[in-house]
């Protein structure tokens, strides 16, 4: 027995020596890392800027722009599931999309840029990220309420089930960004400049300031029912904004392929979309609007070329809304400068889509002893001059204007609903209790 | 006293070794009837000296009249003769009817005797496989292994085998590992695709004529010494090897060739009765007419022929029997049978093989060329063969193994593909001939038009916009090729310095680049401006086992066995794709000539170190007990959290209890009865680089809105990455752990045996992607979660229920039945899709068997009954309503499995007959699906008459729930275009479950008759030693109610068996076999 043990010790030695000494040769360093694989450490600003950039767009122009029509009726749903949002019935499921692209495209590749040029010392890579992180967490928190922010994107330090922030904590966190950015881009240049990857400005930090200062008036003027400061702050801002249409950030498109606008791409590929019944449509006609052909097209695909063209860019905030914005501050100061702001505005607009707004203008003044007398006709034409765009569903909350008529029941949806992913996976934190009706902080 | 006991030693040894007369003696092995027995070992009891008897059974060997000589030969009991004084023997020695000495090639090449083990094992002999299949050697396996079920993926050459041993263990099914000569081998089946071309599982590659016999090791009680990679059991094929030559050679040679023939043996039914167009109308294929896509035409007994010949028809154009200008009655034409040919292939091996006491040899080379139904289609394989054994001592023996092999073939499209033979045939309206009367295949006449673009029954390309590429512009323009060169390595020291211990080292290579080429000319559908692909593939893997074997009495009854073991495994795999799109020279496919490139790498590499321990305790010959473990240490492991991998353990414990030798209970009737049990826990790898959080470009993520087509990179030269999915630093292995158990029993003489296994396996920390909340900046999650259960039972009889003279009648029966069911996903997970379409998908569902159909159906009340409209929600009234949800349609895994083998011998006749069976699974017809939307199927020959659909009254409400208003339905309706093809009476736009049909099947799988002269006849000068000519036949007699291809068919790989969506066809195959030896 003895021997056999020692005979079994020794031939056991002998291979654990043998067999185990080399764990490098083994087990090299990157063995398991695909080298055809972007991961985080060999990400470059100029690859998460344009997917940043064109997540916003896609989503923005597409289920945001479409949703936020219906509601608001400047375009109606005809068909299919568009019948049904028509009628304000919807499930958690049908905003999983929207959700997704904001949380996991669009914001994601900004907190990453934002991180990764804060890292580097990219300073005016960190501001336009800032800027846009701004401009959609603020969207985000508009469109939905309480939504996770502090605690977000942060999935691969298994932070996977985020809170939700208060709407307010939100707001304070995109002033904050708002100021910073505008410090960044001010400062020296870095490695690293943005410059073709940049599809709003190309680089040009200058109109990144502007849009920056433009954002925080657009989301001063969005407390105007719980800070009554708000006027004061929005002018603040809005005197070192956008100057003229150059300064209009947009996000351009290019073919009738993988490169089309996403108006262009639902209309030809779906439809479902009615524009006469609605009640811009009917606006414009009666007010013989000459941009009413820019933005529809009855005969053809029913969105006009202003909107739908393939080639048609996804604006995020133009120079007349600021002008709105300016106007509507000044009307509710009383101070007199409304009416110079107002016809800027929808000069603005016009000149935007090649069109000559004077006798329009004319015909549509601004006038009203008082800010509740101005303030439809201010609100009105804003609804007119950013169709497509999310804002006007926004003015809609704060004034309730345009007066609109719900096509079922007796309210208008005021938000979208949280989606059917973070009930199933972050169920515990997602607030409850909330419909599509409810109001949120800022919405009163 | 020491000197005085030095001297008396030496006086002792010097006294023995003058007595010592070791002399030569020579002799010859006989069986019970005196004739020779070929190879057996002889080797004297008292020391390590062996040699083996030749051909003939002769053999030499020095020994003395003291010492005893011990012939072993399978087969045959064990014989021991004193040498005494004589110097030439005659041995006679006892055959068992049966092998209870039978010894079995187990894990890790070992082999053991099969009484020991307490798992369950079965084994196939090369020559069986042979005789199946001489192309893919896993074919050759199907109805001879219980509870193995082998599934074709189509009938074209070279088209993969799919193995599933008893169910699955993980979300994907993987497949059994396929270990040649102790060194597994890859068996990947690379760019499975719905809409390609059938690829083939690299098994393919080794030729069936090499293979000595072949052992599945079932279940993961078995498969323990193999860990992660045993979880699906494991193939073990040993090669031949030399051995010594028939008597009068010195080395023997081998021929064999093959000859056959392939038909389609099964085609989905096509209806010849109308016309093509819609409405009732003919709509010619150069009209205008949107109709021309379909089949909804007019009657064709009221058309004729101009007599006007034109590029779409030689008769002329069509037009209505009452026009003047008709002249001759339109002859429906049978697109599929005029396509698909009598095929033609031929095999030749040659081997040539030697040997002595002391080594061993083997060469041996052989050609396949088979040609398939297909015209165009083909597969090709060549093979060299080098082994060697040899003795350098009496404790050290080496040998060595070099396979080179070069393999490939022209593949055609297939399943969800505009380029697809089957879906341009099977749509074809039977009023165009895709031939355009001409007989060669490669006649451009068929396919092309004189402007240059293809001619197809929708007309020209320009205008139609989706069509379908006719299948003689496919075979012709569309090609695609691929050439496997693939070299297998290995080669191996025996070393025994004592008796009781033995070290041998293995070391063994395999690797092949397989180099792709297709291209898609311009004017093909799918790709109208032209596209070149080239795949180049290059897969390594390296395999090296250290084993050390301790045998030790420990008492007069209890023999113990160690074994221990080290295995080191690397793989590397490259892939290189390059694309061309647009191409700008018609009929000139080089990548020089495209307008646009896109080029794509893909790279991984793993290593694994592994230590084996097995302990086995032999009780007296008749009770066996041994217990064991693994440890792993893999490379898919590492992470940033985790850079050097620990362990991971996989144990394993058996018993073998032979009752019928440890109660003396053998007699007349029962001869042999044993009791098997055995544990054992295996387990599967994370997969490569699952560690990792990645960003992905559009290519990948997407970037689109749920409604629309949505935008990708580059734009403007610019790129975008998403955050991917994320990884995960701390996964853990699968592991499936299975319980064996089962007895083996003997009856009359071993003339009838019966070996039954019951298993149940539980596998758990299955790996899967799971959705995640999006507000964590990712989508997904790789973790370990999911879990699965099998169980199920295999059954093998033997018997020989006529052995009368020179007459032998020897049966065969393996029967078995696996029940699997997906146990839990992961939370907020219910659904898990494997492949497939969307409204037919292969899905994996809590609660349900592995993989099923998951589709659309009608609606239906809560008790299973068909709605029928009543017209109140909008739909039709009278006939059923589209249902929204998904749910489970159908269920892929048999409910029984089996194979009944007869071979009957007298003389020199052989005849054997092999039925095999699946009984009650289902396939997805998605083939006839289409077919009824697009009016080609004989279903649809009934149009316009009347049917009452059996159901209840009911429509849906404005959630989609059905809600019963009435009773039986009793108002007949039309069955007609409106039905079948404008509204949902078909699976292509309406629900997939009708669809769905039984694929039962009763096949005679295999036939053959042969006949072995009796050469030994031809007198003394005659060269020839064997000589056998057998007639073969596979597949010839199909019973089944499946109504497409034969259901023997998979597009969606080896893990998503069940979906049948313009498969190509299977085949029946008749020939001969020559096998002459030298």
Redesign the interface.
């Known amino acids: 027995m003895k021997t ?1 043990f020692i ?2 010790s020794g ?2 030695l002998v ?1 654990v020596a ?3 000494s080399c ?1 490098k040769t ?2 090299p ?1 990157g ?10 450490d060999r ?1 470059l600003p ?3 800027l ?2 940043a950039q ?2 916003i767009a ?2 923005v122009g ?2 945001v722009s479409r949703f936020t029509s219906v509601f608001i009726q400047s375009v109606r749903g005809s068909a299919r599931q568009f019948k049904a949002y028509d009628q304000y019935v919807f499930t958690a499921q049908d905003f ?10 669009g ?3 900004l ?2 840029l934002k991180e990764l040029a804060a890292q580097k010392g990219y300073s005016h890579y960190s501001g336009i990220a800032k800027v846009l992180l701004a401009y959609h967490i603020g969207l985000a928190t508009d469109l939905w309420g309480d ?2 922010y502090s605690q ?5 330090s298994s ?4 809170k939700y922030d208060k709407q307010q904590d939100v707001y304070d966190s995109v002033f904050s960004l708002l100021s910073s950015a505008i410090t960044d881009l001010g400062a020296a240049k870095g490695l690293v400049e943005p410059g ?2 940049d ?1 709003i400005y190309g680089g040009t930090l200058s109109k990144w300031i502007k849009l920056a200062y433009s954002l925080e008036a657009r989301f001063y003027l969005h407390l105007s029912k719980v800070d009554n400061t708000y006027a004061d702050k929005a002018l603040a801002a809005a005197a070192q904004g956008f100057a003229s249409n150059s300064d209009n950030a947009a996000v351009p ?2 073919d009738d392929g ?3 606008n ?1 108006w262009y ?2 209309v030809t ?2 439809g479902d979309i009615s524009y006469d019944n609605g009640y811009l449509y009917q606006l414009m006609t009666a007010k013989s609007d000459p941009r009413l052909n820019s933005y529809f097209d009855l005969a053809g695909n029913g969105i006009g070329d202003a909107i739908g063209a393939y080639n048609a860019p996804v604006s995020l905030m133009t120079y007349s809304e600021l002008m709105f914005i300016q106007a509507e501050a000044h009307s509710a100061k009383g101070d007199g400068q409304e009416t110079t702001a107002y016809n800027t505005a929808v000069t603005a607009s016009f000149n935007a889509l090649g069109l000559d707004g004077t006798a329009y203008l004319t015909a549509n003044p601004l006038i009203g002893a008082d800010h509740a007398t101005r303030l439809p006709t201010i609100i009105t034409q804003k609804y007119v001059a950013l169709f497509s765009e999310p804002e006007p569903f926004m003015d809609w909350k704060r004034t309730g204007i345009p007066s609109l008529t719900p096509t079922t029941g007796a309210n208008i949806p005021r938000r979208f609903i949280y ?1 059917q ?2 009930l ?3 169920g515990k934190n997602v607030p409850s209790g909330l419909t599509l009706y409810s109001k949120s902080w800022w919405d009163q | 006293m020491r000197k005085a006991l030095m001297l008396l030693a030496v006086l002792v040894i010097c006294t023995t070794l003058a007595f010592s007369q070791v002399k030569t003696i020579t002799g010859r092995i006989v069986d019970q009837s005196g004739a020779p027995v070929p190879f057996v070992t002889i080797h004297i009891k008292e020391s390590k000296q062996t040699v083996s008897a030749d051909a003939e059974g002769g053999f030499a060997i020095k020994a003395e009249p003291s010492q005893t000589l011990v012939i072993t030969g399978t087969g045959f009991a064990t014989k021991e003769i004193k040498v005494g004084d004589q110097t030439s023997l005659t041995i006679q020695m006892s055959k068992k009817e049966s092998n209870l000495t039978e010894v079995v090639v187990t894990a890790l090449g070992i082999k053991q005797e099969k009484k020991a083990l307490g798992y369950a094992t079965q084994q196939v002999s090369g020559a069986s496989l042979v005789q199946a299949d001489a192309t893919n050697t896993l074919s050759g396996l199907g109805g001879k292994v219980a509870g193995l079920q082998i599934s074709s993926s189509t009938g074209t050459p070279g088209a993969a085998t799919y193995m599933r041993l008893r169910g699955v263990t993980s979300l994907v099914a993987g497949q059994p590992l396929i270990v040649v000569d102790g060194v597994p081998i890859d068996n990947s089946n690379t760019g499975v695709s719905l809409g390609n071309v059938a690829q083939s599982n690299r098994a393919i590659d080794i030729n069936p004529d090499d293979i000595e016999n072949v052992s599945v090791i079932k279940g993961p009680a078995a498969a323990t010494m193999y860990g992660t990679q045993g979880s699906d059991g494991v193939i073990l094929i040993t090669t031949k090897r030399g051995g010594k030559a028939r008597s009068g050679n010195r080395f023997d040679i081998t021929y064999s060739a093959n000859f056959t023939f392939d038909e389609v043996n099964k085609l989905p039914e096509l209806q010849m009765k109308y016309s093509q167009g819609y409405n009732g109308l003919y709509n010619a294929p150069n009209s205008s007419a949107s109709g021309r896509r379909l089949t909804w035409g007019a009657l064709i007994d009221t058309l004729k022929w101009d007599g006007v010949a034109t590029e779409w028809d030689p008769h002329g154009s069509i037009v209505g029997a009452s026009n003047p200008a008709g002249k001759t009655k339109v002859v429906p034409y049978n697109n599929a049978k005029q396509f698909f040919r009598t095929a033609f292939s031929q095999t030749h091996n040659l081997s040539l093989s030697g040997g002595n006491d002391f080594s061993s040899y083997r060469f041996s080379f052989s050609n396949l060329a088979s040609s398939g139904i297909i015209p165009v289609s083909s597969f090709n394989r060549t093979t060299f063969l080098v082994s060697g054994d040899t003795r350098l001592s009496d404790k050290l023996k080496t040998g060595a193994t070099v396979n080179y092999i070069v393999s490939g073939g022209n593949r055609v499209q297939e399943g969800s593909n505009t380029s697809g033979i089957m879906l341009g045939l099977m749509r074809t309206p039977t009023t165009f001939d895709n031939s355009n009367g001409v007989s060669d295949p490669k006649n451009t006449k068929a396919f092309l038009l004189s402007d240059g673009n293809q001619r197809t029954f929708r007309g020209e390309g320009s205008r139609s916009g989706g069509k379908y590429d006719n299948p003689y512009w496919t075979i012709n323009r569309n090609p695609f090729r691929d050439k496997v060169q693939r070299i297998l390595a290995n080669a191996y020291l025996s070393y025994d310095p004592y008796s ?2 033995n070290i041998t080292e293995r070391i063994g290579v395999d690797h092949y680049g397989d180099d792709r080429f297709q291209s898609f000319a311009i004017s093909s559908n799918g790709h109208p401006t032209g596209q070149i692909d080239y795949t180049d593939i290059s897969n390594t893997i390296y395999n090296n086992d ?1 084993l ?1 074997t ?1 045998t ?1 009495n420990l008492t007069d009854d209890l023999k113990g066995t ?1 074994l ?1 073991g ?1 295995n ?1 495994y690397f793989t590397e795999y490259n892939q290189n794709n390059l694309e061309g799109d647009g191409y700008v020279a018609p009929d000139y496919y080089s990548l020089a000539n495209t307008s646009s490139q896109l080029a ?8 694994r ?1 592994a ?1 084996n321990a097995q302990a086995k305790f032999d009780y007296k010959g008749y009770l066996f007990v041994d217990g064991g473990i693994r440890a792993e ?1 893999s ?5 940033y959290a985790v ?3 620990s362990f991971v353990y996989f144990p394993s414990a058996g018993a073998s209890f032979i009752f019928s030798d440890a109660f003396n209970m053998t007699s007349k009737a029962f001869s042999y009865g044993k009791l098997r049990f055995s544990y054992g826990q295996a387990g599967r790898l994370p997969g ?2 699952g ?6 470009g ?1 290519s990948v ?1 997407g ?11 580059p ?10 999915g ?1 990884g995960n630093a701390n996964l853990k292995p699968e592991r499936t752990s299975s319980i064996d158990i089962g007895t083996e029993l003997r009856f009359l003489e071993n003339r009838l045996g019966l070996d039954v296994t019951y298993y149940v396996s539980k596998s758990h920390d299955l790996l899967l992607s799971v ?9 997904s ?1 790789y973790t370990n979660g999911a879990s699965m259960e099998n169980h199920g039972l295999e059954v093998v009889l033997n018997a020989t229920p006529v052995k009368a003279g020179d007459f032998r009648w020897d049966m065969n029966i393996n029967w078995s039945f696996n029940r699997s069911k997906v146990t839990a996903l992961a939370p ?1 997970v219910s659904t898990y899709t494997i492949t497939g379409f969307t409204g037919a998908l292969i899905e994996n569902i809590v609660g349900q068997p592995y993989g099923i159909v998951y589709g659309t159906d009608f609606l239906r009340d809560s008790k299973g009954n068909l709605i029928v409209s009543d017209g109140q929600d909008g739909t039709p009234a009278g006939y059923p309503i589209a249902g929204t949800n998904s749910i489970r349609i159908g269920n892929p895994n048999p409910k029984w499995i089996g194979g009944w083998q007869n071979t009957f011998s007298y003389k020199g006749f052989t005849l054997g007959a092999l039925f095999e069976t699946k009984q009650k699974f289902d396939v997805w017809n998605g083939t006839k699906g289409a077919m009824t939307y697009f009016g080609t199927a004989k279903v649809t020959e009934n149009r316009g008459t009347s049917y009452t659909f059996q159901g209840v009254l009911g429509h849906a409400d404005d959630n989609g729930n059905a809600v019963v208003t009435g009773g039986a339905n009793k108002t007949p309706v039309l069955l007609d275009q409106s039905w079948y093809s404008d509204y949902i009476g078909n699976s292509f736009t309406g629900p997939a479950a009708q669809s769905v049909e039984d694929g039962t099947y009763v096949r005679l799988r295999e036939v053959s008759l042969g006949y072995t002269f009796n050469t030994k006849s031809w007198g003394t000068h005659n060269f020839i030693k064997s000589l056998t000519v057998t007639a073969i036949g596979r597949n010839l007699w199909l019973h089944t109610k499946y109504s497409g291809v034969d259901p023997d068919t998979g597009l969606g790989g080896s893990a998503g068996l069940g979906i049948d969506y313009f498969n190509n066809p299977g085949t029946r195959t008749f020939g001969f076999n020559v096998k002459v030896g030298l």
């Open positions: 056999l005979r079994i031939v056991l291979i043998l067999a185990s764990k083994l087990f360093a063995i398991n890392t695909d080298p055809n694989a972007s991961t985080k990400l100029n690859v998460l344009p997917g064109y997540s896609y989503t597409g289920d999983d999309n929207c959700w997704s692209n904001f949380y996991t495209q914001l994601n590749d907190f990453t939504v996770p977000a994107f942060r999935g691969d932070v996977l089930e985020p073709a990857d599809f498109f290019f993988t490169e089309a996403p791409q639902y590929q779906r989606v992913a973070e199933d996976h972050n | 009781w211990l250290l050390v301790m030790h160690l221990l080290n080191l794509s790498n893909s790279y991984q590499r793993t290593s170190l230590f240490k490379s898919t492991f590492i992470s850079p050097y991998p490569i680089y560690t990792t959080n990645t960003f992905a559009t993520v970037l689109a809105d749920g409604w629309t087509s949505g935008i990708s990179f734009i403007n030269g610019q790129q975008a990455v998403f955050g991917n994320l959705p995640i909340s999006p507000s964590s900046g990712y989508g999650y907020g």
